[in-house]
């Protein structure tokens, strides 16, 4: 018997035993039937609801395979969202006004700036924040979250002088007579960072709850948060006690944070309905949009070739910590020489036993060699082709051009058998929306209409399996969700027109209609 039917649409199921459907019935939150509609009024009940598609399209519901969920929340609730400025003196008045919102003596914190599309073609210094905030400790954070510009307060606050050495992974830029500038880099922002009070447990609910309402209007119904600190992990729990998560996240602890050398213990395995944590998370290299992935030549029109943040042995100790319990790994890994680290570093786990499917996020600059090793493994890959139109001036400045072809390169990913979860890494980039990650993966513009790679373009089916079926599996929950199939949840988006008709330049014009956890209404346009 069912509860619900979805009819009169286009249902496209990502099920390659029934790839197209007319009708689809939900009983207790989970998928109980896909077929005709005739077939399903046979199992209807008296009180069954029908929703009438009308020509609409049903896939299951996106997932994000990796965006920093809580920290998506905190830009639509606290933080200071400076995405877009186009200029210093922009970002000086936007930071200027908001202070004014803040209590005396509060942390400004704010997100966002990118110095390849500011006028002034470089990041913002401590003077450019002295001028405007000389009293009051201030922590921008670049587009890419790997680098951060502070004031002189925060500076202070933090004991960072002209003899402050970075720490292992950490880069502080200083001016012309040695003084740190306020750019810091890598694992030298936690030098500042972990001097800023820590959001309460009830600030992290607002954010989560925020951000969770924004994935629903996007049609995303499951995620992946890679990352999370211990007091943020217990928050979720918590949440998922009191019934207060709606979205499926799989969370990812993270076992080294910036700042220092210090581990934090492993993660106790949680597995629920709407909560994972049962994977580890390490940062191999930078980010490349700032030229702070780790390269084997140097970044164009510069001499240095990103940062690596372990050593191969450390990084090796860490990992066979968390492989032996049986913790699967997600380690941040985009240049080539961070990805070799990284590779070499699963096989000799693999060597080891038992058999895990790890992940590498981005997996931004893969050879072919890479990629069959990784699918030796079984390794699992979470890359962002939505960088390709949000980052691709980033790229085009400082990306040598014989690693230009290797930019995210989906088509052959997919081509050699990996598991592909495309994500947004959002709030690295402002528009999260799958449609547009859709399109850029199909499309592989920038925002200027100029492409990158663009023999690595995938088609609409490959990018929504990618967006659908390739999340669950990279979380480890295929079987609960990803596809239109028989025993799974209800998870379900509606959209206004079919993605697999539309040109591409239209996907984005397409509209989320509806949005269902389980089976439940958790958003109507």
Request: some cysteine; proline content about 6%.
């Amino acid at each position: 018997m069912t509860d619900l039917i979805f009819y009169n649409g286009t249902l496209l199921t990502q099920d390659p035993t029934l790839p197209i459907a007319e009708a689809l019935a939900v009983s207790n939150g989970r998928i109980v039937a896909v077929g005709t509609r005739a077939e399903l009024e046979n199992i209807a009940k008296p009180n069954t609801r029908r929703i009438d598609l009308g020509g609409r399209t049903l896939i299951p519901g996106f997932n994000d395979a990796h965006v920093h969920f809580w920290k998506v929340g905190h830009l639509l609730t606290t933080l200071l969202d400076v995405r877009g400025v186009s200029n210093i003196p922009a970002l000086q008045s936007t930071m200027q006004q908001f202070s004014t919102r803040l209590p005396a003596g509060a942390w400004l914190m704010g997100r966002g700036y990118n110095e390849a599309v500011m006028t002034e073609g470089r990041h913002p210094t401590r003077y450019d924040l002295d001028s405007v905030l000389p009293d009051r400790p201030a922590y921008l954070i670049r587009t890419c979250a790997h680098i951060a510009v502070v004031n002189s307060k925060a500076l202070e606050l933090a004991g960072i002088t002209a003899d402050t050495q970075p720490p292992p992974g950490g880069v502080i830029d200083r001016d012309e007579h040695g003084e740190p500038n306020g750019i810091l880099r890598e694992t030298a922002m936690g030098l500042v960072f972990n001097r800023i009070p820590a959001p309460t447990a009830a600030e992290y609910e607002a954010m989560l709850l925020a951000a969770t309402q924004h994935h629903f209007e996007l049609g995303i119904t499951s995620a992946t948060d890679p990352g999370v600190l211990p007091e943020l992990l217990t928050v979720y729990r918590q949440m998922d006690a009191e019934q207060k998560l709606t979205h499926r996240l799989n969370v990812m602890a993270i076992r080294r944070p910036d700042g220092g050398t210090e581990t934090l213990p492993l993660p106790e395995r949680y597995l629920s309905d709407h909560l994972r944590v049962d994977t580890v998370k390490f940062f191999a290299d930078g980010a490349l949009s700032g030229a702070a992935a780790a390269l084997s030549i140097p970044y164009r029109n510069l001499t240095t070739k990103g940062v690596l943040r372990f050593e191969a042995d450390e990084f090796f100790e860490l990992a066979r910590e968390a492989h032996m319990t049986g913790l699967r790994i997600g380690t941040h890994a985009i240049g080539d020489r961070a990805l070799e680290m990284v590779l070499s570093t699963y096989e000799r786990l693999n060597a080891l036993g038992p058999h895990i499917r790890h992940r590498i996020e981005h997996f931004g600059l893969a050879s072919p060699e890479h990629m069959r090793r990784a699918k030796a493994l079984g390794v699992m890959v979470a890359p962002q082709t939505i960088f390709l139109y949000a980052l691709g001036a980033n790229f085009r400045r400082y990306l040598p051009d014989e690693l230009m072809p290797r930019c995210y390169p989906v088509r052959e990913m997919i081509e050699a058998g990996l598991t592909v979860a495309l994500s947004s890494d959002a709030p690295v980039v402002k528009d999260d929306n799958p449609l547009r990650g859709m399109q850029a993966a199909i499309l592989r513009a920038d925002a200027s209409g100029s492409t990158i790679a663009p023999e690595q373009a995938i088609s609409a089916e490959q990018a929504l399996y990618c967006y659908t079926m390739g999340g669950a599996t990279a979380s480890g929950d295929e079987a609960n969700r990803g596809s239109l199939a028989v025993g799974k949840w209800a998870d379900l988006t509606v959209l206004s027109d079919n993605p697999l008709k539309v040109a591409p330049e239209s996907l984005t014009d397409i509209q989320v209609d509806m949005a269902f956890v389980g089976g439940k209404l958790v958003f109507e346009r």
